[in-house]
């Protein structure tokens, strides 16, 4: 806590770390059964992803182009998944958001490494302006 001419004053933040882990291919992986319905449920929570992504990163672009323009902003599909769910203030909020996309040099992944490259450049397209929320009280 600060003391702001002799007022405390508290600054709080969030932090959301989340490992994306990449699509799971059944024939690459083999998996059957219960590894197989996970893998599922993982490829439906990053289409909802990225379906969020392109959203976001269409508002933002509209915006940009349509600076004058008062719009009522598109449908954002958040409540489709737990991931964007408990994503909505990182992605779309009052927030500072970084995404760190692994990539590999090896041929054999050369379609997933494209993949990821695309879906790092729609989440470049979203932009948030943070800003500080205080209760001047």
Known sequence: AKFDAELPSELVSRIHLVDLAGSERPDATGATGLRLKEGGNINKSLVTLGNV????????????????????????????SVLTWLLKDSLGGNSKTIMIANVSPADV????????????????????????NEDRN
């Open 53 to 80: 992504i392109s959203a976001l990163a269409d508002q933002s672009q509209d915006s940009v182009v349509n600076t004058n323009l008062k719009r009522r902003p598109g449908f954002v599909p958040y409540r489709d």
């Open 109 to 132: 992944n050369y379609a997933e490494t494209l993949s990821t490259l695309r879906y790092a450049n729609r989440a470049k397209n979203i932009i948030n302006t943070p800003t500080v």
